[in-house]
């Protein structure tokens, strides 16, 4: 589908007034459809962004428009500056629009608000009248050092979900485990998410669908040995979250227990965990493939030793173009073998966001999964302490 | 179905995937399974609804092999996939469950090869004995394969594992043959083993017609007699037999469309609400409120029910020929290719409320909808002018080409005077949700690996629906030319069948 942003109609308005110049804005729209092919006005859902970071807002403003393309929706996106002298708040309003199958174009409203000195300590207050009533209402927050500023904890009450992003962090890092106590602490408040966990959703789904057969589901509960390998190009140390999640994943839905982990070097480590009549051995380690996503998953491996010798793999490798190819193999000894591959388009932001606003209240899985990744933090942290 | 649970599917993206299975389709090389069939199978594959070692086995009468007919087959995914041609690696996977078994349609040993082709594949691909035969033939060959499938023993499971048959309709040609067809079919298969595809209960928006009603409070309480003056279940094609004379000839409106696809969408629309979503509990539902329909008797049917066959027209900014003119086409033909019908169902949610079905070949527009008609408010308070007439409110739920729904209400047009107008709130699907709907058969098959049920059509509802159109067909048959109307190609139908509707009512327009 064809996404236009209506640059023509994106203008300054007065914050008091954004619902009026709103109106007035499609009404121009549907002047404009008298004329020529007649504009949808859709709206699913509410979507805030706020970030600190000015120069990423023209990459937020093509995000929502890829999202509303799948989700039409109210988009507000909150530029802060904190550092800003006088108490100021700004807001512009601008469409996208994009084609539907019926060549109708199709449009949502984009707002801007802008706020810098105390004004941001009232920046809930400022947004919350601009949410369209009766709709959910999904927070991404792109600065998670910000989490704990009242200002945050205002917006709680206003929303549905928080998305969050652990991309770039790793066990090393003190926000990785700061972020992961705070989305515990506050789940009861709102449901979290992490685009990061998001990421994991096809290699969950993959790995799930290799022990899918009731004859392979057995497997699950005699894992020995897994391998978790993730793609790494520099020397920079520590583990990337998203290996974590995925581990903590595993541990919390096969009911491992661990028992110690330890950094075989600064971005590999081993987890030794208990399990109900075995001893389960889990590794998580660099490849190096600068044709990958970095700091994200290559490949996974499980390995079970009864009834019979068995290994069950995901391996995700580059193509000529943009896409991925997901490959999936079982492999029973003296029994089926077969490999099924796919190819999965990358996961931008976009794509990543278009999934996460479909999705309504808290995740145990991902809870669960985060908990065991804190755990395993905290574990790597004291092996680092006593060696 | 898988009874072990899988703790990696917890809120996974797709939910669970079927147990490992074969499908054997009989007539792989055929049109179906090259446009609709394995492109299906593929999209499935490539959006990771199919169990690893799912494999498919392609039994025919011409010898060919197995890369044979993977080249085939990776021409017509190519060509057809609603999802985009395969990637070389990803054909390669799929294509390694690809296999094809040659065997005439009756001959025991044919069956005996597919019988071993069935055992290697569940030993090297680990599909556990489960299987699906897709009979994608001419109805002629339906008892042929299905009496082999029984002599052989394919058609019974071993213990474990689950055998399902998927038949294509037509079920039958009339109520005699069909039930000839389901007896024969119950000899060989249990009830819960057969799958009748009517791939219109697939689409998307006839599934949400059990969702609008049932999850939305604000309907069931005015969704009776005391509300809804009428119902239009309208089927309408701009393309005429497409070179398919011959079997259309055999067919008709009423055949095609009206006993099977429109009598499905009037029970969804009638339909008490199901105890749950469990396959029998719906088609339960459907078969009681098709039974409550009141026969049309013979010597009525000419009050009830119209006919009419296309002649020359102007379609699509060009001529076309009348169906008489048409390949494969007695020139004396009077197969219907339009038909409508009025029905009354006696139960207290409907009586006295009718149900208008129309479907016809040829017509203006390519449309399908359920429009219901709710009645005139008691006291015109705003009639002003002959301007003001106000409709009543009407809520249509769009089947194709454009999927949603659109609720007419009455509103004040700006002014100090009161004039009315109406204006309508639509949903549309492409609009709200821009993401792929998946194919009717993509969710059929996967329906079946499950083994849910829900979509296809049970016995007892074939036999009901081919019981209420026998006294039509029949009098049709007997009375020759006589109530035949023709109709003009790319116009609504005869005006004939504008009788069947009471005074204050009009077919729409849409």
Known sequence: MGIVEDIERRRQVDVAAIERELTELWKAAAHEGDAGAAVLRVCLLNLLVFTTDESCIGEVSDIVAHITASAPCRAIIVHANPAGNAPDAQAWIASHCHLDDHRRQVCCEEIRVSVSGAAIKYLARTVAPLIAPDLPVFLWWRDVQTLREKYFGDFLPEVDRVIVDSRGLTHRDPLASELAAFVLETRRRAAFSDLNWTRLTRWRDLIAGLFDAPDLTQYLSEITRVSITYAKDDESPGLPMQTLLLAGFLIAQLDWKLKDAYAITPHQAELRFRAARRRVTLTIEPQTDSRLPQRELTAVTLSAERPAPALFQVVCQPTQGTDLLYTTTVNITQGARHHTTITLPALTDARLMTREVEIFGRSKPYERALRMALDVINELKLDAQTT | ?510
């Open chain 2, 1 to 510: 179905m898988a009874n072990t649970w899988n703790p990696l599917r917890e809120e996974a993206r797709v939910e669970r995937t079927p147990d490992p299975c074969t499908i054997v389709i009989f007539g792989a090389s055929g049109d179906l399974a090259k446009r609709k069939l394995v492109p299906a199978l593929f999209n499935l594959a490539r959006e990771r609804w199919l169990p690893g070692g799912f494999s498919m086995v392609g039994y025919a009468r011409s010898p060919l092999s197995d890369e044979a007919l993977r080249a085939q087959m990776f021409d017509a995914v190519t060509e057809f996939s609603s999802s985009g041609p395969p990637t070389g690696a990803e054909w390669a996977s799929f294509a390694a469950g690809l296999f094809y078994c040659q065997g005439g349609y009756d001959d025991p040993a044919g069956y005996e090869r597919l019988k071993a082709r069935l055992a290697t594949i569940d030993a090297e691909r680990g599909t556990g004995g489960n299987r699906i035969f897709y009979l994608s033939t001419p109805p002629s060959l339906i008892g042929p394969i299905m009496d082999a499938l029984g002599a052989s023993g394919l058609a019974r499971s071993a213990p474990g594992s689950w055998t399902r048959i998927i038949i294509e309709k037509p079920i039958g040609y009339d109520l005699q043959t069909a039930r000839e067809l389901n007896a024969h079919v119950g000899r060989i298969f249990d009830e819960d083993q057969v799958y009748r595809i009517d791939h219109y209960r697939a689409k998307e928006t006839v599934q949400n017609i059990v969702v609008m009603r049932f999850a939305n409070g604000i309907f069931e309480p005015v969704w009776n007699r005391r509300y809804i003056d009428h119902v239009q279940i309208t089927a309408a094609e701009v393309v005429g037999v497409e070179g398919r004379g011959g079997y259309y000839e055999g067919s008709g409106a009423v055949r095609d469309m009206l006993q099977n696809h429109l009598l499905q969408l009037l029970a969804l629309v009638a339909m008490e609400p199901p105890t749950s979503l469990d396959a029998n509990a719906i088609r339960d539902e459907a078969v009681k409120v098709a039974r409550a329909i009141r026969p049309i008797p013979r010597d009525a049917v000419d009050a009830h029910a119209v006919r009419g066959q296309y002649t020359a027209g102007w379609v699509g900014g060009k001529i076309v020929p009348g169906y008489r003119e048409e390949e494969g086409v007695s020139p004396t033909s009077t197969t219907e290719t339009y038909a409508a019908v009025k029905l009354e169902i006696d139960n207290w949610r409907w009586a006295g409320v009718p149900f208008y079905l129309r479907s016809g070949k040829r017509m203006t527009k390519r449309a399908a909808e359920i429009a219901v008609q709710f009645r005139q408010v008691p006291m015109r308070l705003f009639t002003t002018t002959e301007a003001d007439l106000q409709e009543p409110n009407l809520l249509v739920m769009k089947i194709q080409p454009d999927e949603g729904l659109t609720l007419r209400l009455a509103a004040k047009l700006p002014g100090h005077a009161i004039h009315l107008r109406s204006v309508n709130m639509e949903f549309r699907y492409g609009t709200s949700f821009g993401v792929r709907s998946s194919e009717a058969y993509e969710r059929l098959l996967l329906d079946c690996m499950f083994g849910d049920a829900t979509l296809f059509t049970r016995r007892d509802m074939v036999e009901t629906g081919w019981a209420l159109v026998m006294p039509i067909l029949d009098h049709w048959a007997a009375s020759g030319e006589r109530n035949l109307h023709f109709y003009e190609a790319g116009t609504w139908g005869p005006e004939a069948a504008d009788q069947l509707l009471e005074e204050g009512r009009t077919w729409r327009r849409l």
